[in-house]
């Protein structure tokens, strides 16, 4: 989270700086700040809220100049203040620095800089590093490296995670990036270099990208650009193309990068499917498993790791899995997994799922699980992410950036990819080839089904119409179906703020029964199965204590017209993609029903695209 970038080049540097926090600002959006280097001191500009109040006021404050770094908060330390908005400038007025991540021992910092009669202007961790880096250099005698010695000085002292760029007064034609736990990645353009915290800041303008290793530091000319360790042994800088992705973040003729990105699925499910079949229409071909196939046959268990809506997506892989390869599955809380003294049990695999491949809580487990030995594979949409890099083997995602905070095509998509892991661990155990086979057929006709249910958005408009008084709902589900429950319910809080919970249906009964009233109207998500009628009796407990009901159930099951009083349908489906059909009508009651509220449903109140903090 907090979006960082940095320009080094001809160019005046606003416009690249404000185009990237723009393209940055899903990272956080509570305040956003821009400094240039103009020679003999540097012009400021910082504002709450988001990059359009930036925009205007730099161009009431500052002139133009070819250096710059500039930043969108997600706040941590301290309130959205303008004092609290990066980038902070150092006592000495000698630095600006611009930081993503948490320096957990800031206050044994910030009272050591204290004694020193250091005084400080906000209450962030930021500004603690950015005088810590100011006073080493103070003590540094004068020469070529004395910046970067400070900031190598500096650095070791601090305790947590960080991602920087920083600039220096006394150099003009320098920036400094580096990173321990917050990403961090270079752009090389035609004289023009970069520093962002995600390439998406500089696509279009630079050519390659060369993403930094935890414990490394860049350091920036406009021509020019070095890589080395903290210590400062010259460090192997790999470079990437630079995706030409920039018409993939546009808009197009939508609203909301949610409304784009729900309505995207079909395409993103293709991609996701794309090649990824065996020759014999029997299994799925997963390249990022190969060489591992041995310890897959053989496992003994699974742990899933991941956070919010990439975790709901395990849990429905926890529910295939077992069914597809009868290999046992956890799904943790990737924030609680590393805490926890789990018991080594057998030859275990740990998978860890994340669409931006860099939310700390999970890429933390993973670090947990290579310690303790396991083989840990990756599920990520972000090609070159920590999470890709740090991870033993993996599949990628293939759905474009999503860029709505709102995580919806990438639920799909990792659902989806946990099907075909269930299927090829299936097969390679004892899944017959026909059951692989339906499985396949069913896999491949994912796109078209989704298609079919997205092209009823009407109907769910006017559903979220009729139910977007209400304050308090109930998701509920039974088996594969009750991590959807979950899902709708995040979905609808996290963008509408009404209050949404999930739960498995035969749960209801054991307490959230209580909350049923008829302005609590109650979201059930009905089986493709003999459970089916079990769920529609809850239904009808809930309609005889006057709760609203609202069914989403496929065609081949009846609902009697006295359990529900409105019912959304599916299409009959094989049950390996029910739960990724039963959540689209669930992704856009939240969407129209958030919009109905006047809400923008991308950017959240409090939320950040990509939690790299703990
Ligand atoms: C909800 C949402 C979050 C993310 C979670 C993990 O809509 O987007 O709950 O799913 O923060 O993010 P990733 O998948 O990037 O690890």
Known sequence: MCGIVGYL?????????????RRLEYRGYDSAGIAFHEGSKFSMARETGRVNNLAESVQKKCSPASLGIAHTRWATHGAVTVSNTHPHLSYDDKFVLVHNGVIENFGALKRFLSDKGIDFASETDSEVLCNLIAFHYSELPEGENRFVDAVRQALPQCRG???????CLDYPDTMIGARRGSPLVVGLGDEANFIASDASAFVGRAKEAVFLNDGELAVLQANDFRITTLEGQEATAVTHPVDEVSEEVELGDFDSYMEKEIYEQPMALQNTLLGRFGDDGTTSKLGGLEGHEDELRNLDRIIFVACGTARHACMVGEYLIERLARVPVEVEHASEFRYRNSPKAGKSLVIAVSQSGETLDTLEAVREAKTKGLLTLGITNVVGSSLARETDGGVYQRVGPEIGVASTKAFSSQACLCAMLGLALGRMRDLSPMDGQSIVEALKGLPDLVSEVLQKGEQIRELAIKYSKAEHLLFLGRQSLYPVALEGALKLKEISYAHAEGYPAAELKHGPIALINPDCPSVFIVEGNELSAKTIANMQEVKARKGPVLAIAPDGIEIPEEAADDVFRL??????????LANLPLQLFAYHFARLRGLDVDKPRNLAKSVTVE
């Open 9 to 21: 080049g001809r160019e005046t540097a606003q416009a690249p700086l404000i185009d990237g926090l």
């Open 161 to 167: 995670a960080y991602g920087i760029a920083v600039l």
């Open 571 to 580: 299409p009959d489906a094989h049950e390996v993609v029910r739960p990724i």
